[in-house]
């Protein structure tokens, strides 16, 4: 009895040599958008915590350093913005505090009198707030997937009360 070969069109279809080469190819893009995705995620979270915590301690030093009796002499804290724009953006030995790609913009001080039951009224409370501005680097990738953002501008705000020196 003779052995006939199958026809080259069926070993064809029934070789799966490299399927696994294929199914990689197919899902190699959605595991390089997660990986991208998790990516700038984490660094937008790292970025936004270091900007929280450098404006919290330009609120305490201007808390700190304005008079206690601002509301009732007056004055201004405008004078303060460039010590405070070094608080938010930089360590105590004057280097960056952000990853490249994220920017301070601006940063204002200012106050306002509140009026009540307080100790001193009006108390003064010192607010300083900060406008930010941080590139994606991985944005392009992203932005393969769809409409990608490749930056994302922010304020961030926080309030003290004034003490004075």
């Known amino acids: 009895m003779k052995h006939s070969r199958p026809h080259p069109a069926k070993r064809f279809a029934a070789d799966d040599t490299g399927a696994i080469l294929v199914e990689f190819a197919i899902v190699m893009p959605l595991m390089l958008l997660f990986l991208a995705v998790t990516v700038e995620a984490s660094r937008l979270m790292w970025s936004y915590q270091s900007v929280i915590a450098g404006v919290r301690d330009a ?21 303060l913005t460039a010590t405070l724009q ?7 030995g004057g280097n960056d505090l952000f990853p490249s790609g994220v920017t301070v913009n601006s940063v204002t001080p200012s106050y306002s009198c509140v009026s009540g039951t307080y100790r001193v009224s009006p108390a003064p409370v010192g607010k300083v707030s900060a406008n930010i501005t941080i590139q994606f680097p991985m944005g392009n990738v992203i932005s393969l997937f769809g409409n990608g953002m ?14 004075g020196q």
């Open 59 to 79: 609120g305490r030093y201007l808390a700190r350093v304005t008079p206690a009796d601002i509301c009732i002499s007056g004055g201004s804290v405008a004078g």
């Open 86 to 92: 070094d608080i938010v953006s930089q360590d105590i």
């Open 150 to 163: 490749s930056s994302l501008t922010t304020d961030v705000a926080d309030s003290s009360r004034i003490f």
